[in-house]
């Protein structure tokens, strides 16, 4: 499936940004209804809620409370190989002009202390919808107009839909495993977090995500955080769909070197690599261990190798693993991203076989080659 970017059709309006605020620009203290395409308000004195039907002419209403909202209208229908109907949201930060107030977006990567949020959703059956929580980041602080990067977490999934591009492997992140894809829309790159069961409510540190993002190459530490959302893309259905409750909290004083940089080793000898291998018919798990052999820290590692033809690396936990051809790509999560003088990390992935199993021949660590310990 390909998306078009979510409100899209407000670019083409040179006020929309304005629009979104004259429409509705209050803060909702009472329960306050939105029917118009890009209306929004404010909740909270803290966060907006925004229609945002911005794939379809149909009718579309919320109910916004105090402390999110509810679907009460969905007049829309899309087929499931394109894109959803709207997106419907509540965020923290600065969508298309619009910005919440006070808010401390867009931020530096780079200087972010930490960035936690609490959600509560609501779903209903019979719908074809999916519970996204987005990330949106850019190079620049940008305060209007598209980002070059979108994280989908797909809280819940119903119905023949899948994300952007394709699936490339899975992680492990805030103590669940998570379906990974990645793709472009045409306007800008996706990389989609998806849940196998429906989450009702997460308690989670956004953080997370960002730097499992970066750790695929994606963005950089010098990147923006410009808003962070929560809310539903309905393509048939969706009355009733709420947003319970939804709160957000960025802090700065991170690192204060935006480009920080990754020593690779030197040598052969100063990596090694150790591979545990459990094999069955079709497939076999494999433990690998990564130590640090040289006197200074590694703080953030690559670890590429080639599995044989035939084998494919089907899950992992402790690292993010994808796969291309026969190249496997390992990168670290949030909790061993350095690797300390004379120490080691660990991670493992289970791999699907045809044919006979064989361990790598080589591993290299950020460029450089490690001997086999």
């Not at 907006?48 to 579309?60: D, F, H």
């Not at 993002?213 to 994606?218: D, I, P, S, V």
């Not at 040598?267 to 591979?275: E, F, P, R, Y």
């Not at 496997?328 to 791999?351: E, K, Y």
Request: net charge positive.
């Amino acid at each position: 499936m390909k998306r078009t970017l979510r409100a899209l059709a407000a670019a083409g309006l040179l006020a929309a940004g304005s629009i979104v605020a004259v429409a509705l620009g209050g803060s909702a203290s009472a329960d306050t209804q939105i029917c118009e395409q890009y209306g929004s308000t404010v909740i909270q004195n803290r966060y907006v809620v925004q229609n945002n039907r911005w794939g379809t002419t149909a009718q579309q209403c919320l109910n916004v409370t105090s402390t999110g909202f509810q679907i009460t209208r969905q007049d829309g229908s899309a087929p499931t190989n394109g894109a959803p109907t709207a997106y419907p949201s509540v965020f923290f930060g600065c969508h298309y002009t619009n910005c919440s107030p006070g808010t401390n977006l867009p931020m530096q990567v780079s200087q972010i202390s930490s960035a936690t949020s609490n959600i509560s959703y609501n779903y209903v059956s019979g719908a074809t919808y999916n519970a996204s929580y987005d990330i949106w980041l850019d190079p620049s602080p940008k305060r209007d107009g598209v980002n070059q990067m979108e994280i989908m977490i797909w809280l819940n999934r119903q119905g023949s839909i899948q994300p952007i591009g394709s699936r490339v492997g899975s992680t492990n992140l805030v103590g669940r495993t998570w379906e990974v894809w990645q793709g472009s829309n045409g306007s800008n790159n996706v990389i989609s977090y998806v849940a196998p069961s429906a989450i009702s409510s997460l308690n989670f540190s956004v953080l997370d995500f960002i730097n499992d993002t970066r750790n695929r190459g994606a963005i950089t530490n010098s990147w923006y955080l410009t808003s962070i959302q929560a809310g539903f893309e309905p393509w048939s259905g969706g009355v009733g769909l709420a947003v319970n409750s939804f709160s957000a909290n960025v802090n700065g004083g991170g690192n204060t070197n935006p480009n920080p940089t990754t020593p690779p080793p030197s040598g052969g000898g100063s990596c090694a690599v150790k591979w545990v291998a459990n094999t069955w018919n079709n497939g076999y798990t494999a433990e690998v261990t990564v130590t640090n052999n040289g006197s200074n820290a590694i703080n953030g590692w690559t670890l590429t190798y080639a599995l044989p033809s035939g084998h494919q690396v089907t899950s992992a936990w402790n690292a993010t693993v994808t796969q291309s051809g026969s190249t496997v790509t390992a990168r670290p999560v949030s909790h061993n991203s350095s690797i300390p003088a004379r120490s080691s990390v660990n991670f493992g992935h289970q791999v699907s076989m045809s044919g006979g199993y064989s361990a790598p021949g080589s591993f290299s660590l950020n460029g450089a080659a490690c001997s086999r310990a």
